[in-house]
């Protein structure tokens, strides 16, 4: 057990530091310091231009996305040599959330499944940040059950035609590319008849259309397809074997969100310190220290779960179901955390702009914002369910569905 | 950076898996809970002739000196087993004192024969209700001489000897505080088995009475080694609580999947599936803290009393929340004396004090972490 670097590890550290010194954006340092999850802005730049500038900086020098293949954009850096530059890159790293669905989940999709042409030309200008990818999983009667999902693909000589419709299809509308899952054969039971597709978003027959959202803001959208056309070759993996396919981008979705996702405690611990309450300090008080605790436990106890992921990573096993876990702590303590920040503000607690709001309205954001981190990318009852499942061996689900063809399972619409 | 055990590690907490399901099944444990012996003194001498009692011993003291990290996978096994012996109160407690502050002579004396199983000692700091505090220490010490009463004191009837906190001047300064090393088989000792919610591992009052006594570690420095073996025996008892919540989840997970109703392995109901996904999540994330806790200790690291309340607070709350857990997934049988659920449910809760309660090391934690912020 060793929680120092190696020299090896010491000197990609080094060189990493010295790089970002160099060459990060400083300027917005303290912005994005205060920045939530939520409400990533800058005042006076487009955070998307400043986003793209950084990663293709980072792209040219080496540096993006480090742990995949040189020939794909990266620099096969390690596993742990990938957290050591997540630890150096700091909150630079916050600008990355643009491209955390392209790299972390459709990246690793078309490298386990495209061809090594297309391969080669798709995943560089991801990795530099140059294109923006999107995935199109969910539907209106597919969330959790993904599988039931009913956007059509039709073979018609050498393409397939698309027609259905996608929801909650976060950065659509800012998006170059997209992994598309459809279903081919709805004669057979739901999870055989899938087959998954990598098409252009600006394709004829593409409509996208942002969702407000209950927080405010329009991440995700509606995406319509109408006699889009994909050619065959664009297709991932045998037809009918999307299910298989989709398994490789959620399991690498889970490590992608879980390893990152925020759980809202150095903010806590960082405001509690500069807070006066009626009796004084609030870090003096009892009552608040020992929620602080609470969460700081689970704070680090996430923190060294990874660590010790990414220790078995190295060994070489392959990320497993166990990975549920980031999301499903972090989602519901950003929720916890927010509701007892903003407690702690008393009625102030109410107040939202960055002007009148303690800690320019950080908490408020992050409150308003934490009940999608509980639903997007698998929800707290789906991940229990996966921890119950696959971790435990515990049986599954009783599935009504199962060996039912997809097309006599009954349906209630929308 | 590598955050696992080695795998010679893992093989000693195999070895040690292996030598106490043998050695330790759920009837040794019961045999300690109907009193027919204060502890299990052949489960004690073959850990010695296993060589766990003396894992953290260096060679010139009787031990194997391996090391902490090779303690802390056995401590997880004991934790597991319910092992119910003064494992604790021996290696985590005295051992680690004598370790810290102890004189050559002193080491001499005691830690061969605590690596032989020869000698159980233990630490004498409770005086009743409250947590651990100087102001709460009223035993003094005068010329060398101890009066008081101590209370609870683990495995303090069975003990040969004792590390005693005792109060040696009233200015409300932590150097008031001095330890002293106590023969219990002194002139003046009078000891006394209490009971307790645990009966699987021995609890007593010992009261002194003209005591003659050696000091332990510079007489003014008596809180703060204190607090160091504390902090040591946080990490250390913290595996114990995470074997101890694994082996309660694993009994529940077992459990739901033998037990039918409504035509179902209840294992399939998802009340019960998500009762049990909660447990592992808390007992990984308290395996996750001891880790650091077991970095920090093995290397003395500047993080140790920071890391040493994260461990404590996490495994305090997992093995308690695992253990009652298990029972509910037992339903009735759970609550029935011939299960083994009740031992856990015991032992989890017993454990969250017996270092001082959750609130005191959460309390702990928040001032390390302040410090360290401002400095
Ligand atoms: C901010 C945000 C961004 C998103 N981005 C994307 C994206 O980029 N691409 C994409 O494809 N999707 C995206 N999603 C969609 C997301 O993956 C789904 O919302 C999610 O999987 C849940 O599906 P649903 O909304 O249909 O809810 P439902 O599946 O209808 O679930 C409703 C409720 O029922 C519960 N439930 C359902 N099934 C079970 C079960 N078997 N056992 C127990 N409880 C169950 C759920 O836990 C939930 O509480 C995003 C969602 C959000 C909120």
Redesign the interface.
Known sequence: ??????PQ?AEFRAKAREWIAANAPHEYADELKKASLGRVQLKHANILEVAKVWQKKKADAGWAVPHWPKDYGGRGASP?ER?IWQQEEGVFGKLGALFIIGQGMCGPTMMAYASEEHKRHYLPPLASGEKVWCQLFSEPAGGSDVAGLRTRAEKDGDDWVINGQKIWTSGAHYSDYGILITRTDPTVPKHKGLTMFFLDMKSPGVEIKPIKQANGQSEFNEVYFTDVRIPDHQRLGAVGDGWNVSLTTLMNERMAIGAGVATGFPEL?DFV?NLTLEDGPA?DN?AV??R???Y???A??????S??S???L?RGERPGP?NS?GK??AGAMTQEVATYALDLQGAAGVLNSPEDAEVAGKFQAMLLRSPATRVEGGTD?I???I???R????????RVDKDVPFNKIPTRGR | ??????DDQKQLRDEARRFLTEKCPPKAVRAVIDGQAPYDRELWKGLADMGFLGVAIPEAYGGSGAGH?ELCVIAEEMGRALAPVPFSSTVYLAAEALLLAGSDAQKQKWLPAIAQGHAVGTLALFEGTGNPSPKAIKLTASNGVLNGTKKPVADGAIADFAIVAARTASTGRDSDIALFLVDLTSEGVEAKALTSIDPSRNQAEITFTNVKAEPLGNAAEGWSILSQVLDRAAVLVGFEQVGGSDRA?EMG?DY??DRIAFG??I??F?A???M???M??SA??????C??G??AL??N?AELPEAA??AR??AT?AFQHCSKNNIQVHGGMGFTWEFDCHLYYRRSNAIAVGLGSL?Y???Q???R??QK?AA
């Not at chain 1, 057990?1 to 190696?6: E, V």
């Not at chain 1, 971790?391 to 009783?398: A, S």
């Not at chain 2, 950076?1 to 080695?6: E, G, P």
């Not at chain 2, 990984?284 to 803290?289: E, I």
């Open positions: 057990m060793n929680f120092d670097d190696t590890e742990i957290v611990f310190s870090i009892p220290r020992s602080l605790a609470t700081a436990v689970r680090s106890g996430l923190r060294y779960t660590f010790r990414i220790s078995a190295s166990e876990i499903l702590v009852e991940l229990r369910n921890i119950a499942e971790v435990l061996g515990l049986p599954g689900d009783i | 950076m590598n955050f696992d055990f080695s990290l989840l997970r739901a999947l179902r392995q294992g399939s998802q019960v599936k998500h049990l996904a909660d592992y999540v990984t994330l308290a395996r996750s803290n880790y650091y077991a970095w093995s290397t690291a309340a994260a607070i996490s709350q609130s090391w959460e309390d934690l928040i001032e972490m302040r912020n």
